[in-house]
């Protein structure tokens, strides 16, 4: 048997890219491709791409330059382009770059074994259709090769909320939630191949809306059903729009032991004159009462968010509201960035706010989120917590792993990858935790 040939994938973006590059790899698997992880020795590389700021976006091209010499010297190398940016700019990246052999949007990416079979005849491929197929149902089943500890597993994809900044609606298409049937499948196979913790991705996953026997199902109610897997120990989900947090949800995290304490729900600005002009649909003080609620579900969970600054219009009281709603707030974890105007959003035909301006503000959020971030860690100091063993560390004998609330947490002793232990918490590290098994 001629020796398989290899796939180099390189992820960008969120979890969900993640996610599509396993299932691609898997796609390929059945088209004869390992995976690799050097592009050096690879037959095809597909960079699976973000397309949610303009840097990431940029950064395929000069990627792309990258693998130039690569292909010129093996012209028989396939270079193909993933995810949103193929999506968004495939005929371009196909101009721009005529060294490309394929691109496949997020929507179409099961046809991809056919796609790279095309691309091997000696014709370029482009595919960046919404299909009235399933890619899921279409997708070949994961084999039953052993996993880590934890997976993420897609739910639900696209977004119906159209906020003025974002690209998502077009790019990832309408909202799609995927069957529970479909999903529990998966959660189980995953769960017969040694996962002990499932991550619900979509990018409005608390908007999902699958078909379940009896009608429509919400997230509330797949997580409830998820949590009687036996071997699945924890859950998670991400990331959720505020208006979609609804009273199940909510009392979910007081009631379900497997639905750890974290939660992402980003609220983007604190300024209600802001958020109407972002099309949030919801304001600050609506948001605040909302993490008040779900504090009373679950006193302790950690809230993470995501913040834009410099968004068209914003002026300097405005970014004092949203430094007040984080003093309010208390985040464990934040990410934050500076607007870029993205091409077919409203709010990219707006005057945009002065870069050196945003910048500075973006340089004091960041400074108060990770004052924050540490402060919730350092809390968490002589406190007891699970820890799930994802890895070894760099000292010997040091294992790491995530907490319930998604702290990497270091410990040395008797554990191994897969275990999930009780871990006192002894030290606050910048980014990470220290502990003693309990
Ligand atoms: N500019 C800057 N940040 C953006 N995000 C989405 N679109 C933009 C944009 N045009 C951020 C939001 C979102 C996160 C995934 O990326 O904060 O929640
Ligand atoms: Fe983008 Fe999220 Fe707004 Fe949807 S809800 S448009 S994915 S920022």
């Known amino acids: 048997m001629a020796d398989p040939r290899k796939l180099y994938i390189r992820t960008y973006g969120c979890q969900m ?19 690799t992880d050097s592009p050096d020795d690879a037959d095809m590389i597909l960079l699976n791409t973000c397309h949610i700021r303009e840097k990431a976006a940029e950064k395929v091209y000069s990627e792309l330059g990258r693998f130039k010499d690569l292909k010129a010297a093996r012209p028989d190398l396939k270079i193909g382009v993933a995810g949103c940016v193929a999506q968004a700019e495939g005929e371009e990246i196909m101009r721009r770059q005529p060294m490309v052999d394929l691109v496949v949007g997020p929507q179409s990416y099961h046809r991809l074994p056919e796609m790279e079979a095309k691309a091997g005849q000696g014709s370029k491929a482009l595919d960046t259709d919404f299909p009235e197929e399933d890619k899921f149902a279409r997708l070949k089943g994961r084999g039953k090769a052993k996993r880590g500890p934890t997976a993420f597993l897609t739910v639900q994809e696209g977004c119906d909320k159209f906020c003025a900044f974002c690209v998502v609606p077009y790019t990832r298409g309408a ?7 479909q999903v529990l499948d998966e959660a189980r196979d995953l769960v017969e191949r040694g996962v002990r913790e499932v991550t619900l991705l979509g990018q409005n996953v608390n908007a999902y809306h699958g078909d379940g026997p009896g009608g429509d199902w919400t997230l509330a109610r797949l997580i409830r059903e998820l949590a009687k897997l036996d071997g699945l120990d924890r859950i998670r989900f991400t990331t959720s729009h505020p208006n979609d947090m609804d009273d199940d949800l909510i009392a979910a995290h007081g009631d379900c032991d497997k639905l750890m304490p974290y939660l992402h729900l980003p609220v983007q600005s604190g300024s209600d004159r802001v958020l109407k002009r972002m099309a949030r649909k919801h304001t600050a003080e609506q948001y605040i009462r909302l993490i008040e609620r779900i504090r009373a579900a679950r006193p302790d969970i950690l809230i993470s968010g995501d913040f834009i600054v410099g968004f068209p219009g914003e002026t300097e009281d405005d970014f004092a509201d949203t430094m007040a709603l984080v003093e309010e707030v208390r985040y464990g974890q934040c990410y934050s960035f500076k607007y870029s105007a993205r091409p077919g959003t409203p709010a990219a035909e707006r005057e945009p706010v002065d870069p050196v301006v945003a910048s500075d503000r973006l340089t004091r959020l960041q400074a108060l989120l990770t004052r924050q971030q540490r402060e919730v860690q350092d809390a968490m100091v002589g406190k007891e917590v699970g820890v799930l063993f994802e890895r070894k560390g760099r000292l010997p004998g040091q294992m790491v792993g995530k907490s319930d609330h998604l702290h990497a947490v270091h410990v040395t002793g008797d554990v191994a990858v897969g275990d999930l232990a009780r871990v006192r918490i002894t030290e ?3 980014n990470s935790l220290a502990g003693a098994l309990a």
């Open 17 to 35: 890219n993640v996610y599509d590059s396993e299932r691609m790899a898997e796609a390929m698997g059945g088209a004869g491709y390992v995976e």
């Open 175 to 181: 909202e799609v939630s995927r069957p529970v049937a």
């Open 428 to 430: 606050s590290a910048p």
